[in-house]
């Protein structure tokens, strides 16, 4: 692991953001700021990420009323759900390790094209942005906050691979948002799996048995504590129950995910 990416350092350090419009000011007789998702890159302070429009949020609230508005979900898995459910049909057949799971929103637009900005082409600068939409997220759900945040890890070859921990920066960001500690320090990857795409649900679990374990030290710092484990996208939940059930063994009380989007369901296996 390269100890400049990701320390276990408590994120209390101040880093303002960047300037932007006083909030509520608009300037309309100004021209559309010069950046699009996916296109050349660069963004202009004050401007949304999604439509351009003038903000002091990173998303105008228009934006955030139509893609980040909360909706009824599995409180173990976050799929949506209809008909005043608490828990889906899968969740309640076979538990998850994972108490509350919290979601932005579906894995669409635009989440999908600034998940991809903020994991592939090097925009650290998007936790901001991430992080703050989901802490909006939990204080809509009234969910008692963790104790810390622990970033769903990468194994060191993919980091090195990657050079860059995007689950480190969301749970850093979120750290700083609602003073709580991140720690990439207690939980490790040991090996990746074979990508899951085609593989059924048991041999997604079965393959990543052992996939993570705790680093020295841990042990005795997590026994007893409630622990939000983060990431950028819930796809099949093999991944982030593996990491939850490998900190509950390790005697943690209880473990949340909270991640930006949440793919819809996949077909049933
Ligand atoms: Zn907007
Ligand atoms: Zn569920």
Redesign the pocket.
Request: some cysteine; proline content about 9%; overall charge positive.
């Given at each position: 692991m390269n100890p400049g990416l990701r320390t276990g350092e408590p994120s209390s350090e101040p880093r303002g953001e960047p300037p932007g419009e006083p909030a509520g000011r608009r300037r309309p007789g100004l021209p559309r700021p010069l950046r699009f998702i996916g296109g050349a890159g660069f963004t202009l302070a004050g401007s949304c990420e999604v439509c351009g429009g003038w903000t002091d949020r990173r998303l105008c609230p228009p934006c955030r009323q139509q893609y980040a508005a909360p909706q009824p979900r599995?409180?173990?898995?976050?799929?949506p759900l209809a008909g005043g459910q608490a828990?889906?049909g899968?969740?309640l057949r076979t538990p998850?390790p994972v108490q509350r799971c919290l979601c932005v929103a579906d894995y669409g637009f635009p989440w999908d094209r600034l998940i991809l900005r903020f994991k592939h082409h090097q925009a650290p600068e998007l936790a901001l942005l991430l992080g703050d939409c989901l802490a909006v997220a939990a204080r809509h759900d009234g969910l008692p906050l963790p104790e810390a945040f622990v970033p769903v890890p990468l194994s060191d070859q993919r980091l090195a691979e990657r050079g860059y921990d995007q689950a480190w920066q969301l749970a850093r960001q979120l750290g700083r948002r609602l003073q709580r500690p991140a720690r990439a320090d207690w939980l490790q990857r040991r090996f990746d799996g074979r990508p899951q795409a085609g593989l059924s649900r048991r041999e997604r679990l079965t393959q990543l048995r052992g996939a993570f374990g705790l680093r020295a030290g841990a042990p005795a710092q997590v026994q007893g504590r409630h622990l939000a484990l983060v990431d950028d996208v819930l796809t099949t939940g093999a991944t982030a129950f593996e990491a939850a059930a490998t900190l509950l063994a390790a005697g943690v009380r209880q473990v949340d995910l909270w991640v930006v989007a949440r793919t819809p369901a996949p077909a049933p296996d």
């Open positions: 599995c409180r173990h898995c976050a799929l828990v889906c899968q969740c998850p």
